[in-house]
C-alpha cells in the first residue's frame, strides 16, 4: 500500500519524538520522517522549500503546545503560504489537550484535517493514513 513520501513531525517534547519515531516505523506510514523540535524551525523549512514542493511534507503531524512557535502560530504562517502551492499538505493536530475549545478551533480551520488526542498509537495513524484515502499500509 501508498506511504506518504514526506512526514513532519512537529514537536517540542523531546520523549514523545523518540517514542512517535518508533511508532511511524511500525507503521510504515512514510518514506521520509523529519523532526522538528519547535514551530519556527518547521515554518523556516516550509518557507526555504517553497521553490521545490517535492521537499515540502505530504503530511504534518503538528503538536500545538511548543515555546517559540506553538501549533496555532505555525498554521497561522503556513496558512499562508497552502493556497498558492502546487502540492497538498495534510495537517493533523496532535495534543495532549483533550480541551473541546481546541478541537472546535481545530475544525474551523479549511487547512486542518483533525485533532488527536496523545499519545498516538499505530491504529491511530493507520486512521490518519485512511482519512488521507492512502490506506493502511504494510512494512
Given at each position: 500500500m501508498n506511504k506518504v513520501n514526506r512526514l513532519w513531525v512537529v514537536d517540542d517534547d523531546e520523549i514523545y519524538r523518540f517514542a512517535i519515531k518508533?511508532?511511524?516505523?511500525?507503521?510504515?506510514?512514510?518514506?521520509?520522517?523529519?523532526?522538528?523540535?519547535?514551530?519556527?524551525?518547521?515554518?523556516?523549512?516550509?518557507?526555504?522549500?517553497l521553490s521545490d514542493p517535492s521537499q515540502l511534507p505530504d503530511l504534518i503531524l503538528l503538536d500545538l503546545n511548543m515555546?517559540?512557535?506553538?501549533?496555532?502560530?505555525?498554521?497561522?504562517?503556513?496558512?499562508?503560504?497552502l493556497p498558492s502551492l502546487s502540492k497538498k499538505v495534510n495537517i493533523f493536530l496532535v495534543s495532549s489537550s483533550n480541551d473541546e475549545e481546541d478541537f472546535e478551533r481545530a475544525?474551523?480551520?479549511?487547512d486542518v484535517h483533525d485533532l488527536i488526542v496523545k499519545p498516538l498509537t499505530i491504529k491511530a495513524l493507520n486512521e490518519v493514513m485512511l482519512r488521507l484515502q492512502e490506506g493502511p499500509v504494510a512494512c
Open positions: 518508533i511508532i511511524i516505523n511500525r507503521a510504515c506510514i512514510a518514506e521520509q520522517t523529519f523532526y522538528f523540535d519547535n514551530g519556527q524551525v518547521a515554518v523556516d523549512a516550509f518557507i526555504e522549500n515555546p517559540v512557535l506553538d501549533g496555532w502560530q505555525f498554521l497561522d504562517a503556513v496558512g499562508k503560504l475544525r474551523s480551520l479549511r
